[in-house]
């Protein structure tokens, strides 16, 4: 009963908790007061529910399984078969839950409890009979645990046979019968009185690590309690287990190091375990979880020591050692001293003597009197280093923010690393300056020529014509080393044939490195015509793939052309024996042996480079196994024994030499870095037209794709991440797929190698297969892509670091007001700016797709020009060198990726626009460094700073340009392209399908699958924050596409793998056609057809308006074409239109379109004819304005949104600015006071617009704040306008030119999403983050103080909208467990932080009849309470009937009958577990309630004067409903979060629903009597 009374207190506290919240919902201790208590409630109630568990007698404990009836053991039987049976049936279970088998898994549980009774028994029998007093008690304890876990194992059954395709289920009982395993081989130790094998203990208590880890990472209470339970048993048999070995070793150095590792195991244990009890105590506290993670991690360090111990490997030591170093180092950039100080004194000191006394063993092991100096050699530099190490260490903790400390800490860790790389070195035997495997020795002289003769290009392409003689001449001498390098390799190779190639490319270079020289000195006197800067890139490409082509001829040969080259020797020789050529035997005997001298130390060089340990030992191995086999066969050669003999002998070593091939290999990822290097020989081979050299590469694809895909197949068989292993093999399905088009690609290469056509297929073909190695070498490596559930999981770990960084920035922020000269004001800032970096870092990568890249750099270039603008405005000298270092990086990053993009896109119209970018902003660049120059030098001149203005807004323009250029907005036109590129695809593959043509098929499902993204992607954008769509009852495009997309794989493979086959062609079609309705719902959704037309007009305008800014001709003359072909497409496209009344409104509206395209053209020919006057091109830009008016007019006019219709009123108002621009230069005062006036009026309707907008239901928070303030400045904008009086031209026209800036800002915050802000606050906040870090010492106290708080604004802004993406993903797809829980408390603690304070208080009536079920716990014969029958879904359908018969009965309103729906939806939602959909039904329950409690305290008001006492009974009735709709909203959350089924939790909510149905009746049957009986009302 102390139980029971514990949580009835426990409860009723919560009541109090919960009122006090109520009454004061903004104090930040209630409501932490609160979630502590609920914590702690539901603690309580785990433990309850574990008594219950205990109590029930449904689930057999072990001591208590019934007996079998018909069958009786025999006491003699054997325990260990016992064992082993059970052990079996166990395994069977395990595998059928990783294969999905739950037929398998279903057998398994019907043999466990016999079976486990039969192990009991005997087992404890067995025991009886034990003398040994201590293995009596190691079986006993066995048996307790066993006896322990058993019922938790048929609860593990039970839950996975009831829903087997539920993971966690498969999770549990996998987890479960590997303790219970661990369990049963313990049992058979200390049966058989065998000692556990220390590595095998070690390697259980370390999955028991990662199980907590992975608990804890996950919010899993249920796999992190169980992992708990298990961690004392584990942890004791370790370190008996290690101690065991240790007394047993007979080598002191070993036996020292592992007592070691033992007695830091035991000091870290309690650490351990303190840690693991508060996170079970408090699992949402991050500092709870940061101490965990720590402690964990240690732990497992520390075991990894003592394995080592172990195993006495000292190369494992050195890799230990290494990490050490490499966590000091980058520790010590960040500044993060306590890190620097924890591993140099708790990892450096053991790790450093266990690598020492390693190695010394291993020398003295070693045969090789020089081999065994090296080694010695090298742990007397590592140990007179080490307490360098420490020294540095400990002074940088002393003074951490001292350059000279830090640079003095990093110069000795890279000493130490040096130290350490020769060490691995003389261990493996490596000579000390050899070269690792195909290396050339060009490599330094041709990265520096390949460089230079770049330099050359990009000077010449910037006219810089002082500079470009210097530029020559550095390549010219980078020329001479490289061929003079290529010269003295010539000299070294003895095959004549590579010798000879590598003069006729020495021969090229002498012809092309001239000539590239001289369109460089052409192209700088004429840098402005295109032709001539591509001919000059022609010509240094074509200097720089000479300059590959000797790196490739002068790579040695790879180790398996050497070992490839021995077994032809070996061939050889067995030849030479038979024939009794003594002479040619002992010739190639010696041959041989170089070659598989050359074999070992190549593949010595691989084991020491590869980034798996286990395959490092598999090839030492391999080399040990060659040794042995080459050392027989010399042996016998020189005995001469006879030829069968040695026959036998030279094929072992052909199997050892294939082996160690296979073993050197076998590295999934240096596969496909092979197979990367390959490709770009394919390319370079490609672009150079060099039929020999693509052939010779082209040849090796196939093999090398094939080593890929089974190597990584292989690796992901081994993968214990489901997740991981099925993204594994999800991108090696990709490469598998893409590998016969790259073939395909070569193939048509070599036929017509000068096709221009052929070959950019190649090259897309190459760069796709490139980019899925790079997504598979990912996959592999566990970094997570973006949008994915682990990268929602990532952006909330990000979000918390920085929401704990957060509150120490108000802390310096409020400390800079109080002490403004405190010095250490800066340092500190400095510091958290550093230490934002690394969840900055994790932030973009978990939320940034790769095409988001662009918009960022471009983004992070717009603040560089802002912050130069106003250093430069300020006079601040010493910031205006940072900001332009920083303006100049940033444009750098940003062209780069323009210049990258153009070469992947397909769409020749991006490609123009990417490049033209790319060219703007080079050339825009030192017109804004001029100015701020000029503006510093005569700060006070109006002149120079309207110059440096001007030219900050270009460059922020052409910023904006190749944002948009890189993703275009346009989605209803994407979307209707994508749709017809899917159709023509699809037409081809059946086609292609019905000739049995596999590459035509293969090349339509390429093209129809990016078809597919493409439509997805702009689908998903265009139904952004304010163009969302209603939700129907009809099943949403975006969920059926992606279920259609999910199939796409499977139709594909059957299709290819057999199109003959009607059932394939068949299910490929039906799959068609679906995507086809799908698309086409998805189309007329958002009226893609109808604006796709409108907005091919306004691209053309674009064009127009980039051609005139950049005084081009043919993109000027080109666009206008464009224009009026698809302003006539337009018309032709309107008068289609079916319904009459919205053509003729369309008609109307785009009448005028035929003269403003008149017009604008006009007017681009007119500044054409005067390119330098800039007056002429604004001109154009204002005309365009006029014109896109009646378009934006059409778009809102055809499909109705709030967009459009405030992207509608802005539009007007930048056709209004054009007119005042035009009455400026008109003169006629009159004139201009009616356009100033019209624009003003525009301006006030255009933030009205956007006002009303910022109110649509369904808006973020964020997109709310965003449209009202932007309102709010058009109202301003227009107050001022229309107080500004014409005369003032001056000030007009500077206010006219801001009202447009403004206005185009507010159509990009119409368009923006989550991500788009999230870019510009991450940019901002990063910007603001370098001048801290490279200015604050400089900075006085005003400009700190501003810097801090604008970081503090704009980090609450990034955490805010990162949540807000992270749900929109929830809603795109599955999430981890993780994830989902998260998002749904944020939601629960935005509903606590938003209750109203006049809240009535929680009734406490209705809290305890929550937990009234829970009254009788203690009791162990009380059966379990049946509140509710049914379960929980069905209860809540049951009570959606109930309310709406009591709604037709009592004629109720539409408040009672919307809860009723909303109950039947969450009744559905529960039943498909859509765990998102049942928070949003729970609040719409929680809403109607209160809705309907509205109309209840209308009827109390109007009932009191006339009867009392109804009057009472209804407000009890709002109270209790109340109650009710809290609770639901609540316990639904917690339901929706919860990992596994709760029934108790389930029970408890099942009857809040009961309780809510009763009260719904009642309250409708006692308005019925108040209405029909009291007020007299007709109902």
């Known amino acids: 009963m102390d139980q029971a009374k514990r949580l009835r207190d426990g409860a009723q506290a919560l009541i109090n908790d919960v009122n006090e919240l109520l009454a004061d919902p903004k104090n930040p201790d209630k409501k932490k007061k609160a979630k502590d208590r609920v914590d702690g409630l539901k603690d309580l109630i785990r433990d309850a529910k574990k008594t219950v568990q205990d109590n029930r007698t449904d689930i057999p404990t072990a001591k208590d399984m019934p007996s079998a009836p018909t069958k009786s053991r025999n006491p003699n039987t054997d325990p260990l078969n016992d064992i082993d049976k059970l052990k079996k049936i166990l395994d069977k279970a395990e595998n059928g839950a990783k294969a999905h088998a739950p037929q398998q898994v279903r057998e398994s549980s019907d043999q466990f409890p016999p079976a486990a009774r039969n192990v009991l028994k005997s087992a404890g029998e067995a025991a009886k009979g034990i003398p040994q007093p201590q293995r009596k008690k190691l079986v006993e304890d066995a048996l307790a645990e066993l006896d322990k876990i058993m019922p938790q194992d048929v609860k593990s059954f039970d839950n996975y046979n009831k829903q087997p395709n539920h993971q966690p289920n498969a999770d549990n009982l996998i987890d479960d019968a590997q303790d219970s395993k661990d369990i049963l081989d313990d049992l058979a130790r200390a049966l058989k009185g065998e000692k556990e094998d220390p590595i095998d203990a070690i390697d259980k208590l370390a999955r028991n690590l990662d199980r907590l880890d992975n608990g804890a990472r996950n919010d899993n209470p249920p796999r992190l309690n169980k992992a708990a339970d298990h961690l004392p048993r584990l942890s004791q048999n370790a370190l008996r287990a290690a101690k065991d070995a240790a007394q047993a070793n007979r080598n002191p150095n070993q036996k020292k190091q592992i007592l070691d590792a033992v007695d830091r195991l035991e000091k870290q244990l309690p650490k351990e375990n303190k840690a693991v009890n508060n996170l079970i105590q408090k699992p949402k506290d ?32 050195i890799d230990k050692l290494l990490k050490d170093m490499d966590k000091i180092e980058q520790a010590a950039k960040r500044g993060d001293a306590p890190k620097v100080k924890k591993v140099g004194d708790n990892d450096i000191p053991p790790h450093g003597r266990d690598c020492s006394q390693l190695c010394r063993d291993a020398a003295t092991k070693t045969p090789n009197p020089d081999q065994r100096k090296r080694i010695n050699d090298c742990v007397d530099k590592l140990d007179a280093q080490l307490p360098k190490d420490r020294q540095s260490i400990d002074n940088f903790a002393k003074q951490p923010t001292s350059e000279p400390t830090k640079e003095k800490l990093l110069d000795d860790a890279d000493t130490t690393k040096k130290i350490l790389e020769d060490l691995k070195r003389a261990l493996l035997g490596l000579d000390p300056d050899a070269a690792p495997d195909e290396i050339s020795p060009l490599q330094e002289p041709a990265k520096s020529a390949k460089g230079s003769v770049q330099h050359v290009a990009d000077t010449a392409k910037k006219g810089d014509k002082p500079h470009l003689p210097k530029a020559v001449e550095d390549a010219r001498k980078d020329i001479d080393e490289l ?215 082209g040849t090796k694809v196939a093999p090398q794709g094939k080593d890929v895909v089974d190597l990584c197949r292989e690796a992901a068989k081994k993968c214990p991440d489901p997740e991981q292993k099925k993204r594994i093999n999800d991108c090696v399905d990709d490469v598998a797929f893409e590998l016969p088009h790259e073939l395909d690609a070569i193939k048509q290469n070599l036929d017509k190698m000068s096709d221009p056509a052929v070959k950019k297929n190649l090259k897309d073909e190459t760069d796709d297969l490139v980019d899925l190695l790079n997504a598979l070498k990912n996959a592999l490596l566990g970094k997570p892509p973006p949008n994915q559930p682990k990268a929602v999981g990532d952006v909330m770990d990000a979000v918390n670091q920085i929401n704990n960084i957060a509150p120490q920035l108000d802390d310096v922020i409020k400390h800079i007001k109080d002490s403004p000269n405190d010095p250490q004001n800066a340092k500190k800032l400095t510091q958290l700016a550093k230490d934002l970096e690394t969840p900055f870092q994790q932030l973009h990568d978990s939320v940034l797709d790769p095409e988001d890249e662009i918009p960022y750099a471009a983004e992070s270039l717009k603040q560089a020009v802002d912050k130069l603008k106003d250093k430069a405005d300020k006079g601040d000298g010493k910031g205006a060198v940072h900001a332009t270092k920083e303006m100049m990086d940033a444009k750098k990053d940003l062209v780069d990726k323009l210049n990258a993009a153009a070469q992947h896109t397909d769409d020749p119209e991006q490609k123009k626009d990417l490049i033209g970018a790319a060219k703007e902003i080079d050339k825009l660049l030192p017109a804004m460094v001029n100015a701020a120059k000029d503006s510093l030098e005569n700060p006070k001149d109006p002149a120079k700073q309207l110059k440096l203005h001007d030219a900050a807004r270009a460059l922020k323009k052409a910023a904006d340009r190749a944002a948009e250029a890189s993703v275009p907005k346009n989605d209803e036109k994407i979307m209707r392209d994508a749709e017809e590129r899917a159709k023509d695809a699809i037409a081809r593959i059946r086609a292609a399908a019905q000739k049995g043509d596999k590459p035509g098929m293969q090349k339509g499902f390429k093209d129809l699958r990016k078809a597919g993204d493409d439509f997805q992607k702009a689908y998903r954008r265009r139904r952004g924050p304010i163009n969302f769509l209603p939700k129907s009852g009809e099943e949403d495009p975006l969920a059926e596409l992606k279920k259609l997309w999910d199939k796409f794989g499977v139709n594909r493979d059957k299709l290819l793998e057999d199109p003959k086959n009607p059932k394939n062609l068949d299910n490929f079609n039906n799959w068609a056609d679906k995507l086809k309705k799908v698309q086409d719902k998805a189309v007329d959704q958002v009226g893609a057809k109808k604006i796709a037309p409108i907005q091919d007009v306004e691209d053309a305008i674009k064009h127009l308006e980039d051609g005139v800014r950049r005084s081009d001709p043919a993109a000027v003359t080109q666009a206008a074409k464009d224009l009026i072909d698809r302003a006539n497409k337009l018309n032709k496209h309107v008068d289609s239109e079916p319904d009459t009344a919205v053509k003729q409104r369309l008609q109307k509206t785009l009448a005028p379109v035929k003269d403003l395209i008149a ?209 929109n993903q929830a809603n795109e797809g599955p999430l981890t467990d993780k994830a989902r829980a998260a998002l749904d408390l944020d939601d629960l603690l935005r509903q606590i932080e938003n ?3 006049d809240d009535a208080p929680v009734n406490t009536e209705s809290l305890d009849a929550l937990l009234a079920s829970l009254n009788e716990l203690n009791e162990p014969s009380a059966p379990v309470p049946q509140v509710v029958t049914g379960t929980f879904e069905d209860v809540v359908a049951e009570v959606a009937i109930e309310v709406k018969k009591s709604v ?33 039904s729970g609040r719409a329950i929680s809403a109607h309630i209160q809705q309907f409690i509205k109309q209840l305290k209308d009827l109390s008001d109007r009932v009191a004067s006339k009867n009392p006492m109804y009057q009472d009974r209804l407000i009890r009735y709002t109270h209790t409903l109340k109650n009710y709709a809290t609770q639901m909203k609540i316990m639904i959350s917690v339901k929706a979060s919860s990992i596994e089924r709760d029934a108790d939790a389930d029970e408890s909510l099942a009857s809040i629903t009961r309780g809510l149905g009763q009260m719904m009746t009642e309250a409708l049957n006692t308005t019925e009597i108040v209405k029909v009986t009291i007020l007299k009302e007709p109902l």
């Open 286 to 317: 991050a500092p709870a979880k940061k101490d965990f993670f720590d402690e964990n991690q240690d732990t497992k360090d520390i075991l990894d020591d003592l394995r080592n111990a172990l195993l006495g490997d000292p190369l494992a030591a």
């Open 483 to 697: 061929k003079k390098s290529a010269k003295d390799a010539a000299d070294r190779i003895s095959d004549p044939i590579r010798k000879q190639q590598i003069f006729d490319t020495l021969d090229d270079l002498d012809t092309a490195f001239p000539r590239q020289v001289a369109k460089a000195r052409d192209t700088v006197q004429h840098h402005d015509q295109p032709h001539k800067v591509k001919e000059l890139q022609d010509a240094t490409d074509a200097v720089k793939d000479l300059i590959d082509e000797l790196l490739d001829e002068t790579t040695p040969p790879t180790l398996s052309d050497n070992a490839q080259q021995a077994q032809k020797k070996l061939a050889d020789l067995t030849a030479a024996k038979q024939a009794g050529n003594e002479p040619e035997v002992q010739k190639l005997r010696d041959e041989i042996d170089d070659l598989v001298g050359k074999v070992g130390d190549q593949a010595k060089h691989i084991a020491a480079n590869t980034q798996t340990p286990q395959h490092a030992k598999d090839v030492m191995d391999a080399i040990k196994d060659l040794d042995s086999k080459i050392g027989n066969l010399n042996k016998d050669v020189l005995s001469k024994q006879p030829a069968p003999k040695i026959k036998g002998d030279a094929d072992q070593v052909k199997g050892a030499l294939k082996n160690i091939v296979d073993k050197t290999n076998a590295d999934p990822l240096a596969a496909i870095d092979r197979l990367i290097k390959t490709l770009g020989k394919v390319d370079n081979a490609s672009k150079a037209e060099d039929k020999p050299k693509l052939k010779k590469s």
């Open 1395 to 1397: 209750t109203k304070v």
């Open 1159 to 1367: 017009d604008t053209v006009n007017k681009a020919k007119e500044s054409l004819q005067e390119p330098n006057n800039p007056d002429k091109k604004k001109r154009v830009k204002e005309a365009a304005d006029r014109l896109r008016y009646p378009l934006a007019q059409a778009k809102n006019q055809w499909v109705p949104e709030p967009a459009k219709e405030a992207a509608e009123k802005v539009a007007k108002a930048k056709a209004d600015v054009a007119d005042v621009k035009d009455a400026l230069r008109g003169g006629d005062p009159n004139k201009l006071k009616d356009a100033i006036a019209k624009l003003g009026d525009s301006l006030g309707n255009a933030g009205k617009q956007l006002k009303k907008t910022a109110g649509t239901a369904g808006l973020a928070p964020w997109k709310k704040q965003q449209l009202q303030r932007a309102g709010d400045n058009l109202d301003n904008l227009a107050e001022k306008i229309k107080k500004t009086p014409p005369t003032d031209k001056l000030v007009v026209e500077d206010l006219a030119d801001h009202i447009g800036e403004q206005l185009d800002n507010v159509l990009q915050a119409i368009d923006s999403e989550e991500k788009d802000e999230l870019i510009r606050a991450k940019a901002k906040a990063k910007s603001i983050m370098a001048s801290i870090k490279a200015t604050a010492d400089d900075m006085d106290p005003m400009s700190l103080l501003e810097c801090a708080q604008d970081l503090s604004g704009y980090l609450g802004s990034m955490m805010n909208l990162s949540m807000d993406w992270a749900k």
């Open 1448 to 1480: 037709v009965k009592h004629k109720g309103n539409k408040e009672s009958k919307d809860v009723a729906d909303a109950l039947q939806e969450l009744a559905n939602a529960a039943r498909a577990g859509k765990r998102q959909q049942m928070i949003v």
